[in-house]
């Protein structure tokens, strides 16, 4: 990843999301998340949380 960032892959589609977290190398991870259910999002914002820093462009 571009700088050393980490990656979080929020999706429904758990095999595409580890498909590309194979592709994209150990810096990339998924989480199987429903972004209508608001306490799925507030674990996957937790899990990006973990493992760096949260940054906008």
């Given at each position: 990843?571009?700088?050393g960032a980490s990656?979080?892959?929020a999706d429904l589609d758990t095999e595409r999301a580890d498909e590309l977290v194979r592709?994209?190398?150990p810096r990339?991870?998924?989480l199987r998340t429903d972004?209508?259910?608001e306490d799925a999002v507030l674990d996957a914002v937790a899990a990006a949380?973990?493992?760096?820093?949260l940054r906008g462009p």
């Open positions: 990843m571009a700088d990656v979080l892959i592709e994209l190398g990339v991870r998924s972004v209508t259910d949380r973990e493992i760096g820093d």
